[in-house]
């Protein structure tokens, strides 16, 4: 018996989903288009970050980033995220902007300059939801690892590595093949 991917649920056989979060993810896939599909409620019940989810932030004791944001944390993420509509462009836009954000502070080494970057975050992000591009889980993302990543250049580092982390897991959960 393993656990769902999206909620921590047992599930039957090797399967990935639990059926609840299974059932969400298949008819968000048959609505999806342009647009972000209108949530049903096994969506909105099944499919949320957790209260714990990075509340150890991104490093361990010993100062190195955690194994469970390249792995389950990230898994999980990416998870929730396709199962409430987001598409694989949305992530990566987003994602390209993070690692601009990131090339400026290498080129210059100044954090409290590139730290209005950051901050755009979250206004984009909440625009995207009220546009219905993006999920709401999305925004709840974006701000809780933006308010990480805001506090120093070691946690913008744990940001990129993290988001990178979900967008490598996403294509598996949309259920693309390369």
Do not use: W
């Not at 591009?133 to 580092?157: D, G």
């Amino acid at each position: 018996m393993g656990k769902c991917r999206i909620c921590g649920k047992p599930t039957l056989g090797d399967y990935q989903y639990c059926m609840q979060c299974n059932n969400s993810r298949a008819a968000n896939k048959r609505l999806q288009g342009n647009t972000m599909p209108r949530q049903n409620s096994q969506v909105s019940v099944a499919c949320k970050l957790g209260a714990d989810y990075l509340k150890d932030g991104y490093y361990n004791d010993q100062g190195y980033l955690r194994k469970e944001i390249f792995t389950t944390e990230a898994e999980m993420v990416a998870g929730v995220l396709a199962a409430s509509g987001m598409t694989s462009a949305s992530l990566r836009r987003f994602y390209n902007k993070l690692r601009g954000i990131y090339a400026r502070y290498q080129d210059n080494k100044n954090f409290d300059e590139i730290k209005p970057y950051l901050y755009k975050f979250y206004p984009n992000a909440t625009d995207a939801v009220r546009r219905k591009i993006v999920p709401e889980e999305f925004r709840r993302f974006i701000n809780i690892n933006v308010a990480l990543a805001e506090q120093s250049p070691e946690n913008l580092k744990g940001f990129v590595e993290h988001f990178q982390s979900v967008v490598a897991y996403f294509k598996d959960n949309e259920g693309r093949r390369n």
